[in-house]
T-cell receptor, first 120, second 114 residues
Framework: NAGVTQTPKFRVLKTGQSMTLLCAQD?????MYWYRQDPGMGLRLIHY???????AKGEVPDGYNVSRLKKQNFLLGLESAAPSQTSVYFC???????????????????FGDGTRLSIL | AQSVAQPEDQVNVAEGNPLTVKCTYS??????LFWYVQYPNRGLQFLLK??????LVKGSYGFEAEFNKSQTSFHLKKPSALVSDSALYFC????????????FGKGNQVVVIP
């Protein structure tokens, strides 16, 4: 019962360094999401994907890139880390019936346990 | 764009007393509404959702929520709180059509006092 697995769980970076956060899900979900969680701000959507090979921008995409080369994996990249990107990052996935667009968007999202990223 | 307001930062309740966590929302058209719970150092866990129909929705761990369209509210309730209910609770909304983004509230910290 792995669900959504995020790697790594913790990381400390220096300003300007790059890194990739990995998210893997074993539920065969089409939709995957990357969020950041900051105190008092809830969750904000960074990027999301509606299927293999597709990605789209969320609320706060600047400074991040993503890729979805395989259906089960969704990668989040920081090309040049900045202190403002210190946060807890959550990956999520959801089942959305194919071909229905927004009509059946009532499925819950399944979250990983997060990656705690500090940028000095 | 859809949005959620959770007006209280922290809710303190004595064990065994009723627990209410408030949520109001804004969305174009009809909403899908969700409650999630987050325990320390863990991801969000789904509690319950409102799609349509009966305004009272029952979910996991004895929680329920009441949808009120006229007040655009979706308050989370539990008749008798447990110490283990101490966690961070998030309300979320998305519209039936169009932009599928799920909008989260800021979260409410619930502290159940033994």
């Amino acid at each position: 019962n792995a669900g959504v697995t995020q790697t790594p769980k913790f990381r400390v970076l220096k300003t300007g360094q790059s890194m990739t956060l990995l998210c893997a899900q074993d539920m065969n979900h089409e939709y995957m999401y990357w969020y950041r969680q900051d105190p008092g701000m809830g969750l904000r959507l960074i990027h999301y994907s509606v299927g293999e090979g597709t990605t789209a921008k969320g609320e706060v995409p600047d400074g991040y890139n993503v890729s979805r080369l395989k259906k089960q994996n969704f990668l989040l990249g920081l090309e040049s880390a900045a202190p403002s990107q210190t946060s807890v990052y959550f990956c999520a996935s959801s089942y959305e019936p194919p071909g229905t667009g927004g009509l059946f968007s009532n499925q819950p999202q399944h979250f990983g346990d997060g990656t705690r990223l500090s940028i000095l | 764009a859809q949005s959620v307001a959770q007006p209280e930062d922290q809710v303190n309740v004595a064990e065994g007393n009723p627990l209410t966590v408030k949520c109001t929302y804004s969305v174009s058209g009809n909403p899908y509404l969700f409650w999630y719970v987050q325990y320390p150092n863990r991801g969000l866990q789904f509690l319950l959702k409102y799609i349509t129909g009966d305004n009272l929705v029952k979910g996991s761990y004895g929680f329920e929520a009441e949808f009120n369209k006229s007040q655009t509210s979706f308050h989370l309730k539990k008749p008798s709180a447990l110490v283990s209910d101490s966690a961070l609770y998030f309300c979320a909304v998305r519209a039936h059509y169009g932009n599928n983004r799920l909008a989260f509230g800021k979260g409410n910290q619930v502290v159940v006092i033994p």
